[in-house]
């Protein structure tokens, strides 16, 4: 398994858009942060930026990267190896490198301009996000049939959760304002781990009152810290659970 | 050494492989013949364990394909489509697959320096042509010595001086006792190699023969002819195949 790892490590370090990506993640990191003097302003305009482009740029590449693979796996899994591992090297072999693009990206800058707590909390939002996309990825490639599928229902899978179910939130908590549902919407938070990597974030960053109702209602609820540490092991959940299902339907999967 | 018991396989209605059974034995190049979407590659793909079987069994030397992947450590494979990461270099994806089976030390590089190879060793997969990696994936089907070779298409893309040392070297393997199962498209390709010939048609296995009892029965040398025959004549005697 770790040789699988190493030969997919080194085939993506050398690839283009993972660099691309990295180069990026730096110049927005960087320009954002040098804009305004206040660095809270910085990260949290950071952070907008990891919640949009972090799902979708990875979901999309780890899909195709993937579906892209399907031989590479083929020709692995007629060796004497188990499936498992095949596809949990696969997995670690394509997270690795994207997380590495972000820590990189983004971590090295902040390191200069802004270090502290604040900042380590950012980058491990954005390396948990990668983590979870990632694994989301794996699910819809050992579900889907075909590459043009897959595609497809990784991009609606990235619109829903960066656009999509804050909408839906929104809708919820207007249609049933007059009823208790505070306890309720901080479960429903729990379903989508970008949420769960803004509400991270902005616990740290005392403007959760200020950033809209799931922040303020993690605050209200759980406290800083509590708060922190629901929500970090909400997302560990989003990365377990699709990576134990993928495993489990490639036991069986056709190639 | 391969076994296979009324082995089923449909992919949504379409039924790929219908109720297949069939004994290979050591020492035979196995000829798998059929028109497209006949079934041919499910068939080898389930050997691999690539294709999970519907119904029936499939053992390999005594081991039974569905429990246990160690058997593959004797069956050295060569896809038809041979796609690679495209920035790993020939010799990253050979030192790979020498890594993943470690405790096997003993190497069979030939076709690595016949095919020149070892002179292109630092390129890296995306520049290759279809050919080189088509090369690349019959070397690394040949690097450990394995009793079993599956070769899907192999000689499809090769020059034809590559592909005359790859008949070569799969002739001389075959007279070391190694069992091969082989399909391809080009009749003339498999003139002495195939010892016997399975043809499949719509998944049903219609034919199971060695190559003389077939030029006996049809009064053909040439194996092209005979398979032409064959088909012409209505697939004659598929009631007592070897099987």
Redesign the interface.
Known sequence: MK??I???L???F??KIILIYTLLLAVLAISLLSLDDNPSKGLLSLLNVTLLFVPVITILFATIYFF?????T??????????ERVILAEYAGVALPLCAAYAAGVGLPLLFIVSGTQSLVLVLTGVLLTLVFSSLALLIFVTSKDKTRGIGIAIVAALFFTLLFDGLLIGFIYAFSDYPIDQAVVGMIALNPVDLGRVLMLLQLDVAVLMGYSGALFKKFLGSAAGSVFSAVCMLFWVIVPLLLSVRIFR???? | MIGIEQLTKSFGKFRALDNISLQLQAGQAVSLLGPNGSGKTTLIKSILGLVIPEKGTITINGHVVRRDWRYRAGIGYMPQIGRYPDNMTIRQVIRMIKEIRGEHRQYDEELIHGFGLDKAMDKTMRSLSGGTRQKVSACLAFLFSPDIYILDEPTAGLDPVASELLKEKITRERAAGKLILITSHVLSDLEGIASHIIYLQDGRLVLYKSVEALQAATGEEKLNKVIAQVMKAGLPGAEDNEA
């Open positions: 040789t699988i190493k030969y997919v080194l085939d993506l050398k690839n892209n693979a399907v031989e590479f083929e020709l692995l899994l007629s060796q004497p190896i188990r499936r069986k999967k056709d190639l």
